[in-house]
């Protein structure tokens, strides 16, 4: 296994980290929750940035790779919306997206094709984690009160009835739509069995 595929396999053991430490309900657990997310949504850069560097591109890594982002931010998403941060209907979106997406991937397989991530997929991802984060951030600084400058600033950024969390969340939706429709009409062939 090379250091690309490695890196994400870490990030699907980030993500177990992540759930572990939501499941903690306390301050702590909301640290743990934020830093283990923030690792895994960098480490998504730095294996993709190997990969094409170093010509480690792989058939594995192209699947493994949106699988494990998929993994990450739809437990994320899921969370969010058990703690009434993020509406259900927004996750139940994004879910079906992801699932969706998958299933064209390896309808794609099927016919010899790899679907690679596409700019905007891309795009989509990096504002599901930019509101994840947001979400996260809020939780840890929260509570109690800080009195560091510099969470002050996070907690005042981060605050759900601000500006970054919604946007972050709307342009999340609206990229997971358009993206969404963007694989199927480019692919419409494969679903029609050509």
């Known amino acids: 296994m090379n250091l690309p595929n490695t890196?994400?396999?870490?990030?699907?053991?980030?993500?177990g980290i992540f759930v572990g430490g939501t499941a903690l309900v306390s301050p702590v657990g909301h640290w743990i929750a934020m830093v283990a997310f923030v690792v895994a949504a960098i480490s998504d850069w730095f294996d993709g940035y190997f990969a094409?560097?170093?010509g480690l591109v792989t058939p594995l890594g192209k699947l493994m790779d949106p699988v494990a982002d998929k993994v990450l931010v739809c437990s994320a998403f899921v969370y969010l919306s058990s703690?009434?941060?993020c509406p259900v209907w927004i996750t139940v979106l994004i879910l079906a997206r992801e699932f969706l997406i998958t299933g064209l991937r390896q309808i794609a397989?099927?016919?010899g094709r790899m679907l690679a991530a596409d700019r905007l997929g891309k795009w989509k991802t990096g504002?599901?984690?930019?509101?994840c984060i947001t979400c996260l951030v809020w939780f840890a600084v929260n509570s109690p009160a800080p009195h560091n400058p510099l969470l002050r600033l996070l907690r005042y950024l981060s605050q759900p009835d601000g500006w970054l969390m919604p946007g972050f969340?709307?342009?999340a939706l609206a990229l997971t739509?358009?993206?969404g429709w963007n694989y199927l009409w480019s692919n419409r062939e494969l679903l029609a069995g050509k």
Request: net charge positive; proline share 0%.
């Open 109 to 111: 397989i099927e016919a």
């Open 169 to 171: 969340l709307w342009l």
């Open 83 to 85: 703690v009434q941060l």
């Open 7 to 15: 890196i994400t396999l870490c990030r699907l053991v980030l993500t």
């Open 127 to 131: 504002m599901q984690l930019g509101y």
């Open 52 to 54: 094409r560097k170093y």
């Open 177 to 179: 739509l358009i993206s």
